[in-house]
Structures are given as structure tokens and as C-alpha cells.
């Protein structure tokens, strides 16, 4: 079972507890889920990374590829192993919820914006070059 597997199955041991007892083989499923994952990070590093850029060094290069990784598990994890909350547990209605589940669903969504605001500001930058290089002027 690899890295993903563990993670997802300690998650599940410790968050989803009813449904981890219902799986018949837990070693078999993790180790297939953590197959699954490791091969769409794979993937989606792949294409959050893009090609190589010109003039870019080494130590450019590998931060592009680390972040490019890095994002890739964020997305991957958030989708395939904790894309439901922790199982109700018999709390009293006024407890409040899990706060570890509280900030990671807080840093989650946080670093979904992050992504979201450096996506536009490179689509900014990338329009004014073309516009500056076309001579186009903005609308």
C-alpha cells in the first residue's frame, strides 16, 4: 500500500468509522485507492507543471514541479479521500463540529482562491504581453 492508501485509511479509521467496518478487504481497497490517487496526481502534476520554460534554471524548475505536485494532492486528496465530512458521531446538537475538519475544509478553500486569484492575474499578465507585443490597445 503506498503513501495514499495509509492516508486515506487512517483517515477513514479514525473519521469514517461505520464505513470503514463495512469494507470486506480494507488492505485491497486502500491499496486500489491509493493506486487510484497516485496515478491522477501523477497526471494532474503533469499538466499543472507544463512544459519547461525558456531561460528557467534549475532551482526555477524545481519549485514549478514541487508546486506543481504539491497542488496536485491538494486537488487529488480533496476529491478521492476526504470529499465527504467525518461521520456524525453522537454528539449533542449544541457541540460544535470537528475543528480539525473545520480548518482544513478553512485552508482548503482558502488555497482553492489563492489558485483562483493566481490564475487570473496570470491570464492579466499573459493578455498585456500579447496586447504589447500585438500592439493592440485594451478594450
Known sequence: MNQYGQLAKTYWRQH??????????????FSTLGETVASQVDQLTDHLAGPDRAGEGYLG????????????E????ADLVYSSPP??????????????WQLKQQWARRDRLERE??????????DRDWRERTGQQQP
Open 16 to 29: 469514517k468509522p461505520a464505513a470503514f467496518a463495512e469494507i470486506p478487504d480494507p488492505e485491497d481497497f
Open 61 to 72: 524548475k524545481v519549485g514549478r514541479l514541487r508546486m506543481a505536485k504539491l497542488q496536485a
Open 74 to 77: 491538494e486537488a487529488v486528496l
Open 87 to 100: 461521520e456524525e458521531t453522537d454528539q449533542e446538537d449544541d457541540e460544535e463540529p470537528d475543528p480539525v
Open 117 to 126: 486569484q493566481e490564475e487570473r492575474d496570470r491570464n492579466a499578465e499573459l
